[in-house]
């Protein structure tokens, strides 16, 4: 059994998952706020599942962390978490001295990443539509992507691999806060939904596509510039590290099948125009994280798991089997997928 957290600007959430990498527990808490009270929350979701599971902290596989800011892998070092009321904490050493045993600290888009990953591939090593490479495209405040090559997390050479939000797309536009103006997160993300639609609504993408929807141009130019880039995000992925599949997740994910549908089109109209963009199939590799799966609480709980080769044997065997597949094969694997997150989703 593992465990993970998946520790949120406002909320935590916590989940036990089994050898086949199915939820068998899950909690939710509040988040404190700074270090001292982010470390207690810490310790409440591990104590709140080692009660649910009748697992003491020392009897869990491993465990494992998602925190937003920079984490520093090696060392469980956490720098940056502005949301969480701190700058510098060493967060995974002092977890690991409370509970008396390690604990692995991960970014929290490249938890969400594996367990995205690990949603559609479980790690038993099961194929069918077997997914050799996956990117989480995180469409949140900001915008950032997680990549997992051959079942592994991929971080780059510095940890900046999948930060495509900061990717300029406009020399001319908004001044970014990371120096940079005009980049792919100020015009593709809840920020920059915020940042052009003014609303008394708690949730800004919801009021603004209520005033398109009713005819409004502003609102019309703004969720058009919303569409287009995050299709934009999906070609740079694509072009880039040729992932097989992206998944898209974080708070405008819930938008649902209409940002699929919309991502898609724009898509579809590009290939439309470009035979290289057509040979693709750009439309067909975007999916949605289900709602309401916990994808960076339980890719924090595989973070620790040794990297199983039966995985990238399943990849072989699936390769084989996407060579002599025939026009039923893509129907197949959907159906598979379908029947995985449900079974993860029990």
């Known amino acids: 059994m593992r465990l993970g957290l998946d520790i949120g600007g406002t909320k935590t ?17 509040a988040t404190g706020f700074g270090a001292d009270a982010v470390i207690a929350t810490a310790l409440d979701g591990v104590a709140r599942i080692a009660e649910a599971t009748g697992l003491s902290p020392l009897e869990f596989e491993s465990i494992g962390v998602g925190i937003p800011g920079q984490v520093d892998v090696a ?39 594996l367990g995205a990953y690990h949603l559609m591939v479980p790690p038993t090593g099961a194929v069918g539509g077997l997914v050799p490479s996956m990117a989480y495209l995180n469409l949140g405040t900001g915008l950032a992507a997680g990549l997992v090559i051959d079942g592994a ?26 120096g940079q103006r005009g980049c792919l997160e100020t015009v ?28 409004d141009e502003t609102a019309i130019a703004i969720r058009s510039l919303l569409v287009d880039n995050v299709a934009a995000a999906v070609r740079v992925l694509v072009l880039t590290v040729d992932v097989e599949l992206v998944m898209i997740g974080g708070g405008l994910s819930n938008l649902g099948d209409w940002l699929l549908d919309e991502v898609r089109r724009v898509l579809t109209s590009w290939a439309e125009e470009s035979s290289f963009l057509a040979s693709l ?35 072989a ?30």
């Open 317 to 346: 065997d699936a390769d084989d089997q996407h060579d002599a597949g025939g026009p039923d094969d893509n129907a197949l694997d959907g159906r598979r997928d379908d029947e995985r997150m449900a079974e993860w989703l029990k």
């Open 153 to 178: 997390l991929w971080r780059g050479s510095r940890g900046a691999a999948g930060e495509i939000g900061h990717i300029p797309v406009d020399p001319n536009g908004v001044l970014c806060p990371c």
């Open 281 to 315: 199939g750009l439309d067909g590799r975007v999916r949605l994280v289900p709602a309401g799966f916990p994808a960076a609480a339980v890719g924090a709980a595989l973070v620790g798991a040794p990297r199983a080769s039966a995985g990238a044997e399943a990849g």
């Open 188 to 215: 593709a993300s809840g920020s920059a939904i915020a940042r052009q639609w003014g609303s008394d609504d708690p949730i800004p993408a919801r009021s603004l596509l209520a005033a398109a929807a009713s005819g």
């Open 13 to 29: 959430d916590a989940v036990a998952v089994d050898a086949r990498g199915v939820i068998v527990e899950r909690v939710r808490l």
């Open 75 to 113: 060392t469980g070092g956490v720098s940056h978490a502005v949301n969480l009321g701190f700058d510098e904490l060493d967060f995974g050493p002092r977890l690991t001295a409370l509970l008396g045993r390690e604990v692995k600290v991960e970014n929290d888009v490249k938890a969400a990443a």
